[in-house]
């Protein structure tokens, strides 16, 4: 398998993933500024949308969406329980995380990070951003991931993209549970390994 990735991206969700799974994969950098490969290969010719993440598999099938490639994932590895049994409710809450982060949280921070978006509506987008994410501090309340106590392929979304705050000028300082997730998270050696191969701290 292949994952193309961008540092800084949402591609770091499936490659903390693929580092849970212990599954075997190349990690392809793939620029989102240049859309090139290291080899000058021209990154839309692999993805014709030109963003990460995308995942090939050996027999050259490809899959392009975050939500999905981590499902595929963790069913490749279902020893792992990255992911709740396919069909089992909780597996449809585990889609519901991955819904709301993908809608509600990553495509918040887009606005925040598009050099063309107008100032007077940044603090709008932020607004509306905090307020995201000041619900699924509730929703972290005492609990160490968001589907209990067992880590699952959304943690790795939600860590992701809650990584962005510092980049945009959110605040998170309020968010007690987010902080201590993020730390949390950032302990595993999964994390650590996928941090590592994206040259990030």
Request: with cysteine; charged share 20%; glycine share 8%.
């Amino acid at each position: 398998m292949k994952l193309y990735y961008s540092p800084g991206a949402c591609s770091l969700s499936p490659q903390i993933v693929l580092q849970e799974s212990g599954l075997a994969y190349e990690p392809v950098l793939a620029s989102t500024k240049t859309h090139q490969l290291a080899d000058g290969t021209d990154y839309y010719g692999i993805n014709p949308l030109g963003y990460v993440p995308l995942l090939e598999l050996d027999n050259g099938a490809r899959l392009r969406e975050g939500p999905a490639i981590v499902q595929y994932i963790a069913d490749q590895v279902p020893e792992k329980n990255l992911a709740p049994a396919n069909g089992s409710f909780e597996r449809y809450k585990l889609q519901e995380w991955l819904n709301f982060i993908g809608t509600e949280i990553h495509k918040g921070f887009g606005p925040l990070f598009k050099p063309t978006t107008p100032e007077n509506y940044k603090p709008i987008a932020l607004e509306a951003l905090t307020k995201r994410l000041q619900w699924v501090d509730q929703q972290l309340a005492g609990k160490s991931y968001l589907m209990g106590e067992q880590f699952s392929v959304a943690d790795a979304y939600l860590y992701t993209v809650s990584r962005w705050a510092g980049f945009v000028g959110l605040d998170l300082s309020g968010l007690a549970n987010i902080l201590a997730f993020q730390q949390r998270m950032a302990q595993r050696p999964a994390v650590q390994a996928a941090l590592k191969i994206e040259g990030q701290k």
